[in-house]
């Protein structure tokens, strides 16, 4: 049995003469939609979507939905073939982070319960109208979840269509695939902005300690890329904390007492998601305890945790910071092995559904020396509501650090310098809500 | 009456023939230091009193001096002529950021005073001993303090030497010069940042508030920024707040309200230095209120101020941040505009004093249409402990966003990328420590 099925219910139908849908030699139309937080590659995915339907002998009509399954829903839909005649637009498109189709946070019903039927009947209804047989998700753990929910009901409501799910999360915490599209540029953002802040911290002399808080509530990738000056500087962060490791305060503050014997400037890399043994995030001490001016708790967060306790123990200069919203939609340092295969990833995800494979994620397929990626559908079933985290063996025997092996298989992610386009100083970003806008000043009174 | 001075002691000096001094023809050594906060351009200046160095008919031997003033009381100096004997070492030292000879934040005393007589009795021997004659000091307005206070030295100790500043700051807030380098590279990294921001605000349709801080303690110039996306995007941040017009919490939130009725996600950015009209900070209500786990009043900031009262006023989701240590030292995003400026600045400064001017900043002169810049001496008495605010005009009426007529001053600024050389997917840097650096995975265990 292969790891993925053929949709039954469109092989019937392509084979029968049924009215109701066009014959194997015509072409139907194709619907996609993207979901989840935002990525500095999602829409390089897109393109290769678009890229996709460009070239694909079933697909007549690509049409893409406004804020994923919402757009589907509300028929809130854009015509993407007639959008992207100009392979220049396309280029553009792949360098504009964050959803260019925009985003929602819906999560589907069961199909067999008495909203889903709502749902779906709906949604099919809608699909049918477009004559729409192919349907591609871009996102994450959610969004596979989506995916198998649409396959799940396609069958149950004999509704003959295709659902293929394609990854992107900066996170890296998808099962079924080596790693995740919009992974690599994140991770090449946050291992160059460590790098610079290893300068910047550099500078002085006097003892202090910087507290750097990368994204990751429940696996450690991002954090790990932090690691990457190591290797070819001694300006590195001392120490690196992962969700993996349950996390040990007196245990963090011992190392930083180690590392202050033989250096005054102590630079530290925390995932926002470490917990202590007791499984209580770390953050948590902090939310609990401030409050502010209208007397709310405030959420400080993890890294402004680990300041106070840091100030309370040696009294020295403490900052802490995150590299925030930047570090998921930085495009300007895409990793141009991350844009190709995003790219790529859309390409194979509408050859599949030209096959007629259903009900599947396409993952990456890697090889090493040379690093090389092949793309395979991967049930996504196997995948939805699951994490992968950074396996033990990436990570040191004291938990506070990551191994060579780690960056072996993160270097290669973040490999090349994507050529952008910029304008004015900055890169050049696609706006598909208004696409042929003129210069626009509106803001400037 | 020239803008700056010819050191008379020099002049005298040098046509005596005095044997405690080498005669005019002799080549003199010359010392750098940098100072003050890091930026990703200072060392593009230290690489250009290099390559200045080595044109240089009067100069033998350029020392560098670790952590500004500092290292010249304490010799810890090093040999940059010797160091720099490749292009291409230079050449990876420009595009690496924060001060490469590391910085202080000494604020030397008062020549005549007590303990001025011995600290520059002190390091006029130290000067006296290397044979050096020109001295280069990179930074801001501090800098440009210790560079004044070294020429009344000099005047008053009867030592023949040219003090040279040569300016830098992310702030653009130094008198005496059309702009700052490193203030370019800092304001492209905050105008591509803001749009990927404004990107990642636009993707889901809830009623939404975010709030970026932007540094700027006394001047809104990094802030402005922020609107370059307006040029060309209707995505642009809706308000921006500079510190040179008094804030006022109602007319903000009403400015949030009028913008709530054409859309739901508003996007705001904020200089971290915005005050009331009575002169208090914003984030001084947050300092006050705020208590941590251990009791300590809390600094939340400016823009964690605004995000309370914004969640209290409209109940929706809010959220702010600031681009921290990365927007002064982010250079993997540097400007090619300001590159240039910056080692062109370091290179002039040579020139200056090899002509025997003292006591002067290099600062840039521009024309417009096309825009050039040219470089001059500035009396660094009329620059020291002065800021340059945004001009009113640049600031539109209502307070609330910067003009046409600002960006027009800044956009020049920003241009062009600058090819920065990579290995293993992130910049190079130079690292002046340890220059030879062998692959170092030490952190690596």
Redesign the interface.
Known sequence: MPEYFICNFLKERRSSDAEEFPKKSMKYNAIVG?SGG?T?AINATLAGVIYGAKLSHEIDTLYGAF?GI?GMLNENLCNLTELFTDNRDIEILTQ????AL????VKLPDPESEKGKETFTHLFEVFQKYNIRSFFYIGGNDSMDTVAKLSKAAEFYDYPMQFIGVPKTIDNDLCGTDHTPGYGSAA?FI???M???L???????VKAVTIVEIMGRDAGWLTAAA????????????LIYLPEVPFDMERFLSDIEENFKTHPDVVIAVSEGIRYADGRYVGE??QS??????G?K?L?GTAK?LE?AV??RFGCKVRS??????Q??????L?KADVEEAIGVGKYAVRCADQGISGCMIGYERTDAPYTISYRPVPVSEIANQVKAVPREFI?E?GN????AC?DYL?PL????YP?I????????F?LK?PN?E???????
Chains 1, 2 share one sequence.
């Not at 504009?96 to 959803?99: N, V, Y």
């Not at 925009?102 to 946070?105: A, E, F, L, Y």
């Not at 998921?328 to 340092?333: L, V």
């Not at 973040?414 to 310098?417: A, F, R, S």
């Open positions: 993207q935002p500095a804020n919402e504009t982070p964050a959803a925009g985003s929602c946070r090449k291992a160059a902005s790098q610079e802040v300068r910047d911290c550099a500078v002085y002399t690691a990457v000056p190591a290797i070819l500087s001694n300006h590195a962060p001392d001490g902090t305890n401030v409050i502010d001016i209208f709310h405030y400080a945790a106070f100030k309370e910071f995150d590299f925030n919203l930047p998921r939609c930085a495009a300007h340092m990793a040191n004291a650090y990551v191994t060579e960056l270097l973040i490999q090349g310098e952008t910029y304008q004015n100083g900055i890169p050049l970003h706006d208004t806008l210069l626009n000043k509106f803001k400037l009174r």
